[in-house]
T-cell receptor, first 117, second 116 residues
């Protein structure tokens, strides 16, 4: 199983809603990532979890709240989003057997296309 | 600081022909890794090929090869025998040792269109 599964695939939410994005992998990867990708732009890193602990937060607004309940799951909780937060949200995982291993590729999910209205 | 530059917003190639997608980079890390990813319209980022900064040989994976010129800081992707399914966005990315081995920095991408 070399898949990273993201749900839902599409999400439309109002600015007052609370919703969550889910990411799951069963490859035993202990590094998991959230990226945000605007249309026609490259992915931008939001959060990194390493061994279930938040290791990087790229100054993301608090209306985005990540959670890593176990080594297979990564959630992104959304609250009071703005229309400019509409984007493709990509989850990725990697196997960092050594923390500084450079050559392990990240496996990405298909993403959640989020529209904030 | 790390920077990845892809100067070709869009490229066209005839089916069965070869195409080169350009990537230049800048980093102060003495050790780094370079990656190419393919992103079809479905959204998933698909890993294609990896080149380490200390690798002596250019990486190859099937129809993909990486033309790595370290002195020029370039890591161009060569796709041979293009197929219609190769039409997608292609991103060059880098991971550096001192700048955060957990992070991938992406270039702006090149949209490849394969013409029948």
């Amino acid at each position: 199983d070399t898949e990273v599964t993201q749900t839902p695939k599409h999400l439309v939410m109002g600015m007052t809603n609370k919703k969550s994005l889910k990411c799951e992998q069963h490859m035993g990867h202990r590094a998991m990532y959230w990226y945000k990708q605007k249309a026609k732009k490259p992915p931008e890193l939001m959060f990194v979890y390493s061994y279930e602990k938040l290791s990087i937060n790229e100054s993301v607004p608090s209306r985005f709240s990540p959670e890593c309940p176990n080594s297979s799951l990564l959630n992104l909780h959304l609250h009071a989003l703005q229309p400019e937060d509409s984007a493709l949200y990509l989850c990725a995982s990697r196997d960092p057997k050594k923390p500084d291993r450079l050559n392990t590729e990240a496996f990405f999910g298909q993403g959640t296309r989020l529209t904030v209205v | 600081a790390q920077k990845i530059t892809q100067t070709q917003p869009g490229m066209f190639v005839q089916e069965k022909e070869a195409v080169t997608l350009d990537c230049t980079y800048d980093t102060s890390d003495p050790s780094y890794g370079l990656f190419w990813y393919k992103q079809p319209s479905s959204g998933e980022m698909i890993f294609l090929i990896y080149q380490g900064s200390y690798d002596q040989q250019n990486a190859t994976e099937g129809r993909y090869s990486l033309n790595f010129q370290k002195a020029r800081k370039s890591a161009n992707l060569v796709i041979s025998a293009s197929q219609l399914g190769d039409s997608a966005m292609y991103f060059c990315a880098m991971r550096g040792r001192t700048s955060g081995a957990n992070n991938l920095f992406f270039g702006t991408g090149t949209r490849l269109t394969v013409i029948p």
